[in-house]
């Protein structure tokens, strides 16, 4: 054996082979629920209409504000969650209690950016009942839509604990508490103390309590951060109401004073632009005609 | 049986996506906006069965005279038997383009404009109409070769001698 394998793809194959778009082949964006949510009224021409777009990384949480446009999506405004710690919340900063900070944090920002935040103030105080802005005498309040990517919607999903922060800082998102934590599917109704509890770190709490009693080594692995900060699981709510009242104190941008990453020496030659070939072309076509130019002169005479 | 004369009739080919263009349609589609006045194409996407216009009206281009939530009413001129009539359809916007024809006077206007008020600081009257090509100039020809050409007398003999 070793040597020549029967070749798969025949180039024949690869002549007919249609690619999905770029972003479908690297698994990032559902264009069918794009397609929903981008598509305007046409008799609303040029109006805008705004995703609350929420994305989970491993260790970071987005939201943000986003509308399309030919040239490509504009983003209003940003929040994430490792701009957290500023606010006082330095660890668990992908779980449920977190998301809904960013989502707070995101909602209370953009009102600010639009003038909204004095008239629309949302639900000041978190308690896990379904909360639906009412719509104030002279402006509207600010309308997105949820957009979750490609995220599972199963009941109790991060996303929509970011969903319900933004909801309690005053946006207008339309949605239903069906997915919410704490949804019970038997009631068909949601348990807003058991909803509140999440939204408190209720239930890292409860695991936090668990293992300390049973596990003392794995508690000490597993929430070795939480230790050295010196959070117990009897602080957690209150951690998170403080967070929530210094999110609402102050929710401006605070530009990162980081340098930029330093650049690397290139070990590669850099690719040369269509211009610059040109004009490279150019070059060594006068160069040639002038060498061929002497050396007519030269045989002629 | 014969072939009916449906709505879709004889559009197998018309209606079809070109080649490795299926699938989900481009989002700029979209997010184009049409206001009423505007020239508008009309292509059928055979992708989305919603709103399609009549084959005939593939490939023509009409104004904008209505705007709705998905869909834009165009004017398309039909001739009918000696006349010519103003048929008002409504499309969806995956099916129209907006039209390039009035590209080029919309720029010669801009431009135009920006001649005539640099003459005017200038103090000059300018005319910016579009001339006709001319009649080309005259020119020398060069390294030319003079060669008469005459006439032989006919030889009956030798022409004869193919057969007769």
Request: proline residues 4%; hydrophobic residues 30%; contains cysteine.
């Amino acid at each position: 054996m070793g040597g020549f394998v029967k070749t798969q793809k025949t180039s024949a194959y690869s002549k007919r082979f249609q690619v999905k778009f770029k972003r479908r082949r690297a698994g990032k964006t559902d264009y069918r629920a794009r397609i929903r949510l981008i598509n305007q009224d046409k008799n609303k021409y040029n109006t805008p209409k705004y995703r609350f777009v929420v994305r989970f990384t491993n260790k970071d949480i987005t939201a943000q504000i986003i509308s399309a446009s030919i040239a490509g999506d504009m983003v209003l405004a940003s929040a994430y969650s490792h701009e957290l710690p500023r606010y006082g919340l330095e660890v668990g900063l992908t779980n449920y209690a977190a998301a809904y900070c960013t989502g707070l944090l995101l909602a209370r920002r953009v009102l600010k950016i639009r003038g909204l935040d004095q008239e629309y103030e949302g639900n000041v105080e978190a308690t896990g009942e379904d909360f639906s802005v009412e719509p104030a005498d002279e402006r509207r309040p600010f309308r997105a839509l949820l957009d979750v990517g490609l995220v599972r919607t199963t009941t109790g999903n991060r996303v929509f604990g970011a969903l319900k922060g933004a909801l309690d800082g005053g946006l207008d998102i339309p949605h239903s508490e069906k997915r919410f934590a704490g949804f019970k599917k038997d009631d068909k109704q949601l348990d807003a103390d058991i909803h509140r509890k999440y939204i408190y770190g209720g239930h890292v709490a409860d695991y936090m309590k668990n293992l300390a009693e049973e596990e003392p080594e794995k508690y000490q692995a597993h929430f070795s951060e939480y230790i050295k900060k010196g959070i117990e699981a009897e602080d957690m709510e209150a951690l998170y109401k403080k967070v929530h009242a210094a999110i609402r104190a102050d929710p401006s941008v605070v530009k990162s004073t980081k340098q930029p990453p330093m650049e690397h020496k290139r070990y590669n030659p850099k690719k040369l632009t269509y211009e610059q070939r040109k004009a490279s072309l150019v070059e060594r076509l006068n160069q040639l005609n002038s060498g061929a130019a002497d050396d007519d002169d030269e045989d002629d005479e | 049986m014969p072939a009916g004369h449906g709505l879709r009739s004889r559009t197998r080919d018309l209606f079809a996506r070109p080649f490795r263009k299926k699938g989900y349609i481009p989002l700029t589609t979209y997010l184009r906006t049409y206001k009423i006045g505007d020239y508008v194409d009309v292509k059928v996407n055979g992708a989305v069965h919603k709103g399609m216009p009549h084959k005939f009206y593939h490939g023509r281009t009409g104004r904008v005279w209505n705007v709705t939530k998905r869909a834009i009413g165009v004017e398309i001129n039909k001739q009918v038997n000696g006349r010519i009539i103003r048929k008002r359809i409504h499309v969806r916007v995956e099916h129209v383009q907006p039209s390039r024809c009035t590209e080029e006077f919309r720029l010669r206007k801009a431009k135009n404009d920006q001649l005539k008020a640099d003459a005017k600081a200038r103090g000059e009257v300018i005319s910016t109409k579009r001339q006709p090509l001319g009649p080309k100039p005259g020119f020398m020809v060069g390294g030319a070769t003079i060669e008469t050409v005459t006439p032989i007398p006919y030889d009956v003999v030798n022409d004869l001698k193919g057969g007769y």
